[in-house]
T-cell receptor, first 114, second 114 residues
Framework: EAQVTQNPRYLITVTGKKLTVTCSQN?????MSWYRQDPGLGLRQIYY???????DKGDVPEGYKVSRKEKRNFPLILESPSPNQTSLYFC?????????????FGPGTRLTVL | GDSVTQMEGPVTLSEEAFLTINCTYT??????LFWYVQYPGEGLQLLLK?????DKGSNKGFEATYRKETTSFHLEKGSVQVSDSAVYFC?????????????FGSGTRLQVQP
């Protein structure tokens, strides 16, 4: 089954404790990205990757890191989480960026930073 | 950069009522246009899309027409059901495959009452 998987689905952590949220897709997609969803602010892009070893900042990259060493994986790293990073996070992928290429979304990771 | 304006929610309707959710955008060139839907507790999924001017996307009774002259892509449904209760996101996607971030609308929550 074609899908985007994220782990963990729920995470409660404390300020300053490094964490990684994994994202994997099995569709051989080139484009992958991370979003955060906050009430009243909608969906905002954190980082995106056009292909392996090619990453770039989205609208809200501060406090986050990403890497794209393999085509299928795109982990999101919070080196020193803070309470303002409490949010619902989505990973997404598409074949490539361009005409008619829809985004496929993971189920989401709800992160709480105390 | 690209931007999207969606009508604010929540939109509360009775079952079988007519639905319109407005979406206007600014973008470089002529992007593809997408509507995504997020059901409670789930990630986003594609609802419908249109790839060029005057195209009409449709799915599950929803329709949206790509209006280049007004840069709009309003979502409509003639008779909503309780099961349509969800958050709806409008999103343009650039035509080219250069380095590009993606922009989503802020989302419109629809609540359909029996």
């Amino acid at each position: 089954e074609a899908q985007v998987t994220q782990n963990p689905r729920y995470l409660i952590t404390v300020t300053g404790k490094k964490l990684t949220v994994t994202c994997s897709q099995n569709m051989n997609h080139e484009y992958m990205s991370w979003y955060r969803q906050d009430p009243g602010l909608g969906l905002r892009q954190i980082y995106y990757s056009m292909n392996v070893e090619v990453t770039d900042k989205g609208d809200v990259p501060e406090g986050y890191k990403v890497s794209r060493k393999e085509k299928r994986n795109f982990p999101l790293i919070l080196e020193s989480p803070s309470p303002n990073q409490t949010s619902l996070y989505f990973c997404a992928s598409s074949y490539r960026l361009g005409i008619s290429n829809e985004q496929f979304f993971g189920p989401g990771t709800r992160l709480t930073v105390l | 950069g690209d931007s999207v304006t969606q009508m604010e929610g929540p939109v509360t309707l009775s079952e079988e009522a007519f639905l319109t959710i407005n979406c206007t955008y600014t973008a470089t060139g002529y992007p593809s246009l997408f509507w995504y839907v997020q059901y409670p507790g789930e990630g986003l999924q594609l609802l419908l899309k249109a790839t060029k001017a005057d195209d009409k996307g449709s799915n599950k009774g929803f329709e949206a027409t790509y209006r280049k002259e007004t840069t709009s892509f309003h979502l409509e449904k003639g008779s909503v059901q309780v099961s349509d209760s969800a958050v709806y996101f409008c999103a343009p996607s650039p035509m080219d495959t250069g380095r590009r971030a993606l922009t989503f609308g802020s989302g419109t929550r629809l609540q359909v009452q029996p």
